[in-house]
């Protein structure tokens, strides 16, 4: 075969890796279909059996175009508000990040142990992804399209991160299998299983109900968001009614023990807007619980994302400021650079972070929160836990997005957290899907989309703290270490033989 067509060859599976990795995502969530990819990904970056070895800077094309393909696919609810141009500039940038993913596994696919080593390269890049510049983007970690496979019962012991390696590593080991001979390739069969069965073992330990401390009787609130006919204000204001509404719908079935509208359920700020103030107040005197409502705030700081509790007797609890905002979104770094390319970027907000724990009081209820975007940081719940959240909220507003694919994205990462943590995640959406989700990722109860609606549950108060809440940052940074050294250790090799050829 010639170059030419062994070049096109790998460029189709990258590619078609790229596209298989999408649909292991939600709402598909073919998770076998990320294992596939993972598998031909490696292929496409392995020494083939006619002695054909792609290049690094071939690697990094390799690598570049199975991120943009999954992107390009992965994102475009993006552009559903701002148009197209951010939601591509964002998929391609992203990718670029492919070209260190292709450059080094073409080194490590060089090495017998090259499939071993290969997932914490992964690892390493997507880390570097999801935390730089300006916070990254830890929205497209491989990890949350395993929700429905037994992998993801590995987030309880290393969080994502564990769940990512485990994927690529059962990927890795897979096309190695195919590749080697004899015992090498037994030993890259029983590695490509062994990530499975520990899944499989690890979700029998894993329990929707056990090691409960206590029961609270919890309520979501979607109260639906109006599609047209209003202006902005007139909109935000119909939004709070709506959510009132649906909040005395809830009364009238019984009690509650505590009740979690969405982020700006309340964009009409309730604490100097007097109106909003007494119909925020008014839901909560309806149930006879405290109530969690999302709202914007303003301090000495500045612009806050606020989840405030509210008490039946219309007295002020505590508050969540958001702590991870959304770059580009919730704030706008470098606004007066990007504004030489774009004035979409006067669409961003200017909100600052918060610096509180994570957690409110919401009667005898020590909840923890993770505000929209923040469920995809891992230090998110894990902080919340550690600082005693005994139930998990993501209150979220994903109107802007419309009928794309974003809610359900975002719902898997909250099942995962649910395992990661051990605790039951209550969501509530403005617009949906809001869910309540049982410690063991499972969903009991979900909205659908663009529709009024409620949902109640008795969810079990969980007080230990997994593996993952305890150690899983040390673990993530030394598998990251792992993957750079592996690189490093690999490049080295690779250049000592070019020297020895020539």
């Known amino acids: 075969m010639s170059s030419a067509w062994t070049t096109t060859l790998r460029c189709l599976l990258a590619a078609g890796s790229g596209a298989l990795l999408f649909f292991s995502y939600e709402p598909f969530g073919y ?24 290049s690094a800077r071939l690697g990094a094309g390799l690598g570049m175009l199975q991120a943009l393909a999954c992107y390009l696919l992965l994102l475009p609810w993006i552009g559903e508000f701002v148009g197209p141009m951010p939601y591509l500039a964002l998929a391609f940038f992203l990718s670029l990040y492919g070209l260190v993913t292709g450059t080094a596994g073409v080194w490590v696919a060089r090495r017998r142990w090259g499939f071993a080593a290969f997932p914490l390269v992964y690892l390493a890049v997507e880390f570097a992804r999801s935390s730089f510049p300006f916070g990254g983007f830890a929205w497209v970690r491989l990890a949350w399209g395993q929700i429905n496979g037994p992998l993801a019962n590995l987030a309880a012991y290393g969080g994502p991160a564990l769940v990512t390696v485990a994927a690529v590593l059962t990927g890795a080991s897979l096309a190695a299998c195919v590749a080697h001979q004899g015992k090498a390739r037994v030993v890259a069969g029983l590695t490509a299983l062994a990530p499975l069965v520990l899944g499989a073992l690890a979700g029998l330990g ?27 204000n007139a909109q935000r204001r119909a939004v709070l009614q709506n959510h009132v509404d649906e909040t005395e719908r809830l009364a009238e079935e019984g009690p509650v023990d505590l009740v979690i509208w969405p ?21 909560a005197r309806a149930v006879d619980a405290p109530l969690l409502v999302g709202t914007l705030t303003r301090d000495e700081v500045g612009a806050r994302n606020t989840m405030v509790v509210i008490n039946p007797d219309g007295s002020v609890g505590e508050r969540h400021n958001k702590r991870f905002l959304q770059p580009f979104g919730e704030y706008m770094p470098m606004r007066d650079f990007f504004r030489n390319f774009s004035e979409l970027v006067d669409l961003a907000g200017d909100f600052k972070p918060g610096d509180g724990p994570g957690v409110v009081r ?6 923890g929160i993770a505000t929209c975007y923040e ?6 719940y894990r902080m919340a836990v550690k600082n005693g959240a005994q139930l998990l909220a993501t209150p979220t507003n994903n109107a802007t997005f419309g009928f794309t694919d974003m809610t359900y994205q975002q719902l898997a990462m909250s099942r995962m957290r649910a395992i990661e943590t051990d605790r039951a995640v209550v969501v509530a959406a403005t617009s949906g899907v809001s869910a309540i989700v049982r410690a063991d990722g499972t969903v009991e109860q979900q909205t659908e989309i663009f529709t009024p609606a409620h949902l109640t549950s008795t969810l079990p ?13 040390w673990l993530e ?3 990251v270490l792992g993957g750079v050294l592996a690189a490093i250790g690999a490049s080295f090799a690779t250049r000592r033989e070019y020297a020895h050829n020539e």
């Open 31 to 54: 998770w076998v279909l990320a294992l596939v990819a993972m598998a031909l990904f490696y292929a496409a970056l392995a020494p083939w059996p006619n002695g054909a070895r792609p």
């Open 206 to 232: 894993v329990s929707a109900d056990g090691g409960a401390t206590g029961t609270v009787r919890a309520a979501a609130v979607q109260g639906n968001v109006p599609r047209m006919g209003l202006d902005f």
């Open 263 to 283: 982020e700006n359920a309340s964009d009409v700020n309730p604490f100097v807007d007097p109106e909003a103030g007494t119909l925020v107040t008014r839901a």
């Open 362 to 367: 919401m009667g005898e209820t020590i909840v």
């Open 375 to 380: 469920v995809a940081e891992d230090p998110a």
């Open 461 to 473: 108060l969980k007080s230990g703290q997994t593996l993952a809440v305890r150690i899983g940052e």
């Open 477 to 479: 940074w030394l598998m």
